[in-house]
């Protein structure tokens, strides 16, 4: 390193030249440090109850898929079903023969199932999944809280421990200015702030949903 100390007083210090490296090697400490905010305990207990929220969506749908379906294919036999069980009775009734009432029994039972089947899908559509989906955008909302608080702790350690550095290399006679906002530090409290403002977002989401569910009670 060259340097006229007369012309420049002021001195930057950095890892390497090479932008490129110094690139690369920012973005894999600012890597690491946001995988060890991701592993605190309460991001981790965020993140699992997000996951909960999710799987129990995903149940639901899928409830809602499989319940259509049955409803789908329940029609159809109800249709051919009914109408072949008023034409034997319409013909036994017409001939003479002994009347027999069995199949439409059974028609009255596929109608009483279709019509349960109706209303489970009314409930999830109208109660279960919207309840769901609401969870869900809070849970993600606060599992975003988390990672943003998480980052933004890993931060001001690193800073603490990088300034702790600094005081025992320099003298005190010596001012040393440090942008902590160049480095792995303001990398991570950019990411909290991305996430805080997703987090308010999707919190905003969820209380118009809420809303919107409230009155339709």
């Known amino acids: 390193m060259s340097f006229d100390i007369a012309q420049t007083p002021t001195l930057q210090a950095v890892a390497t030249l090479d932008q490129h490296l110094l690139v690369e090697d920012l973005q894999q400490r600012v890597d690491a440090a946001a995988q060890q905010a991701e592993e605190l305990p309460e991001v981790v207990a965020a993140t699992a109850m997000l996951r909960q929220t999710e799987d129990r969506l995903t149940q639901l749908r899928k409830a809602e898929r499989a319940l259509n379906q049955n409803a789908k294919e329940t029609s159809e036999k ?19 023969e002994k009347l027999d ?4 029994s059974e028609l009255a039972t596929l109608e009483s199932r279709n019509r349960q089947a109706s209303r489970a899908i009314e409930r999830l559509v109208e109660r279960l999944i919207p309840e769901a989906q609401l969870l869900r955008l809070r849970g993600e909302s606060h599992a975003h809280i988390a990672r943003a608080r998480a980052l933004e702790q890993v931060a001001q350690e690193r800073a603490e421990k990088l300034l702790g550095q600094l005081r025992d290399a320099v003298s005190e006679e010596v001012v040393l200015p440090v942008d902590m906002s160049k480095g792995v530090s303001g990398a991570l409290l950019a990411q909290a ?15 118009v949903m809420e809303k919107n569910m409230r009155r339709h009670i």
């Open 78 to 96: 109800l249709a051919a079903l009914r109408e072949a069980s008023l034409d034997g009775l319409i013909q036994a009734a017409g001939s003479g």
């Open 101 to 104: 009432f069995k199949p439409l």
């Open 193 to 207: 702030t991305e996430l805080k403002q997703r987090a308010l977002q999707l919190s905003e989401n969820a209380d």
